[in-house]
């Protein structure tokens, strides 16, 4: 289970409490783009909501911090 650049793009964003609409106009995406981002994201970590993913990818993957994958 290995997340894309842009998911880990979009898991940082979801941690930082973006919305759908705030991550695409900051990714430059559409909201469509962003959710079809986020349910890979789901897949992939086995998660059922925004915080479960943010949990389980910072559970298996510890030195990892929302603020190193994206320049905001």
Do not use: F
């Not at 409490?17 to 970590?45: C, F, P, R």
């Not at 925004?50 to 510890?62: E, G, S």
Request: proline share 4%.
């Amino acid at each position: 289970m290995k997340l894309s650049p842009k998911e880990k793009d979009v898991l940082a964003l979801i941690a930082r409490g973006y919305s759908d609409k705030e991550m695409a106009v900051k990714l430059k995406n559409s909201i469509k783009t962003i959710q079809t981002h986020t349910e890979s994201i789901y897949k992939k970590l086995n998660a059922r909501s925004r915080a479960h993913a943010v949990y389980i990818y910072k559970d298996l993957h510890p030195k990892w911090r929302p603020t190193r994958s994206i320049k905001i």
